[in-house]
């Protein structure tokens, strides 16, 4: 029987959600042992001053077994 546990994290890139969510469970895996999935829960963009994206932001929610 495994118990897991889910922890939400926000994370955020210049380049695009893509790069948001790689670096975010990059992150994440360098905390929590065994990491097993990761769900987008929200996703939004920041503007600058010109109406141009400047940041990208994703939540998620990371799911990571504490026990086997």
Do not use: C, P
């Not at 118990?3 to 929590?32: H, M, P, Q, Y």
């Not at 001053?49 to 504490?66: C, P, S």
Request: hydrophobic share 40%.
């Amino acid at each position: 029987m495994s118990v897991a546990r889910v922890t939400e994290i926000k994370s955020s890139s210049s380049k695009s959600f893509d790069d948001a969510v790689r670096t975010g469970l990059v992150r994440a895996n360098k905390t929590l042992k065994n990491v097993k999935s990761a769900w987008i829960q929200n996703q939004e963009v920041l503007l600058d001053d010109h109406g141009k994206i400047a940041e990208y932001r994703v939540q998620m929610k990371v799911t990571f077994v504490l026990t086997d």
